[in-house]
């Protein structure tokens, strides 16, 4: 493994790469820090020496931390997730992520009612979402590479089609709910930021550092995947034990992220694409806390535009998610191909 680090470290590229990459950090940190401070002290009708203006600042740090938090979730995962599959136009939510908590949250009220959402709000329910989660991919990846014939693209396949089923499956239940429950359920389907409770951000922030202290360990290794598989693998690399590590850490965050804030199918993708582009690096090592910056950047800008401009903060994600689509749309036909 000595000699791929040493292979991966020093490319021609990056040996060259320009200054103004470290510019580029500087400035989207300080986005990010203006915006988180714009967005904890904007419009508090009272004096800062007043307890009650520090009371209104704690209560808006818990959007803050689940911003912080589902931006390292989406961004992360997005961007292991095209490192894993060797593919930047798929994203996590094809592998039926987004349909596996839609439908556990539709069967849910499907059989004990819309009380029941709110009747088992808990840590106990939200780590039994996310156990179901990573077991499903867990499960999955390792039936699929175990064999002798585990292949990415069948992996890949039986994802969208088992995605597809869990959709229908909902469609199902959610025709045959009353009115009311179906308006309790909708309410839980679309991704918000204020959703989130802040009984859940220590437990999801301990997971998240622990998969990024992951993550950070193995950023020489996501260098040799991008490679290509028979590259890593005459480089040395265990490639299937490796693409399922990281497909495990994807469910993990993904999971988390779904169960703070809901479905968010197009964020992890936009920032992801434009770390790519902005980022000036090819290594891991660079991508990744620009991808996080750039989602923190995101959620932070627009949830303050949207509160204090617009006076819409539930709109952010619908907002991120249409303009998603459309970015998703324009990139594959300028690609010209999957």
């Known amino acids: 493994m000595a000699d791929v ?32 401070v714009l967005l904890l002290t904007w419009s508090i009708p009272l004096d800062p020496a007043q307890r009650g203006y520090w009371l209104a600042v704690e209560l808006r740090l818990t959007t803050v931390a689940t911003v912080a938090i589902v931006a390292c979730c989406q961004a992360v995962a997005t961007v292991l997730f095209h490192t894993a599959t060797g593919n930047r136009i798929l994203t ?16 849910l009220v499907f059989f004990f009612g819309g009380a029941a959402l709110s009747a088992t709000d808990g840590l106990a329910k939200v780590a039994l979402q996310s156990a179901l ?14 064999g002798k014939r585990g292949n990415l693209h069948i992996m890949l396949l039986i994802g969208i089609v088992l995605g597809v089923g869990f959709g229908s499956l909902s469609s199902v239940m959610q025709r045959l709910l009353t009115p009311s429950d179906f308006d309790l359920l909708s309410a839980r389907l679309f991704g918000n930021l204020s959703n989130s409770n802040p009984e859940y951000l220590p437990w999801a922030a301990g997971i998240v550092g622990i998969v990024l202290a992951i993550v950070w360990r193995r950023r020489r290794r996501l260098d040799v995947l991008t490679l290509g598989r028979e590259t890593a693998i005459n480089l040395g690399l265990a490639y299937k034990r490796e693409v399922t590590v990281l497909l495990v850490l994807v469910a993990v965050l993904i999971s988390v992220s779904t169960t703070l804030v ?21 290594r891991h090592a660079v991508i990744l806390p ?13 949830s303050f535009v949207m509160r204090h401009v617009f006076y819409a903060a539930g709109m952010l994600t619908v907002i991120i998610e249409f303009a998603g689509g459309l970015f998703f749309i324009v990139y594959l036909l300028r690609k010209g191909s999957l």
């Open 5 to 36: 680090v040493t292979v991966v470290r020093a490319p021609a590229a990056d040996a060259a790469r320009p200054p103004r990459v470290w510019l580029r950090f500087v400035v989207l940190g300080v986005v990010v820090a203006a915006a988180a």
């Open 262 to 282: 809901g479905p968010l199918t197009f964020l992890g993708f936009i920032v992801a694409t434009l770390a790519y582009q902005l980022a000036g690096s090819s």
């Open 92 to 107: 996590p939510s094809i592998m039926g992520f987004d349909a596996l908590y839609v439908v556990m949250q539709t069967a």
């Open 133 to 146: 989660m990573v077991g499903f991919a867990t499960l999955l990846y390792g039936w699929l590479f175990a």
């Open 290 to 302: 620009f991808a996080v910056l750039l989602g923190m950047a995101t959620l932070l800008a627009g």
